[in-house]
């Protein structure tokens, strides 16, 4: 992903598990976004793009609290642990419906050439089976 620069990273777009037992991963390039739909600005949408996921939900987890999940003492604990994810279905849980704040891979529309050139395809060999146990 390099050539596609720093914020755009090769995320699983694609997992096929086979009747053989061997799995399929596909990694296609992707920017980290963070969405939020609060009170401000009339039920827009606001996105952000963040050049790794780490960085959007701290960002995210710190709009929860800037937002009044501060006085919610189970957000706070969850923010302290390092609960980032759970902060901001914290968030959710505990807002108006249709507020959201969420943190997710954004997936670049390439051409053809570009897909092939960016997009990894691996198949993971069959897990050898566990014997059973003597009995």
């Known amino acids: 992903m390099s050539s596609l ?6 995320v699983t777009s694609g997992l ?10 596909i990694k296609s390039p992707a ?9 401000s ?9 963040y050049p790794t996921k780490k960085a959007a939900l701290q960002a995210g987890a710190d709009l929860a609290l ?3 999940m501060d006085q919610d003492e189970k957000t ?3 923010y302290r642990a390092g609960r980032l994810e759970a902060v901001l279905e914290r ?3 505990l807002s108006r419906p249709g507020h959201l704040l969420r943190v997710q891979a954004a997936f670049l529309q390439l051409d053809e050439a570009e897909a092939e050139q960016h997009t990894t395809v691996r198949r993971t060999p069959q897990r050898r089976k566990r014997p059973d146990p003597v009995r």
């Open 5 to 10: 620069g720093t914020w755009i990273r090769s």
């Open 16 to 25: 096929i598990y086979h009747p053989d037992g061997t799995q399929t991963t």
């Open 31 to 39: 920017v980290w976004t963070l969405a939020h739909r609060g009170y």
């Open 41 to 49: 600005g009339g039920g827009r949408l606001d996105v952000w793009v």
């Open 66 to 68: 800037g937002c009044g």
């Open 76 to 78: 706070v604990i969850l």
């Open 91 to 93: 968030y959710e849980e």
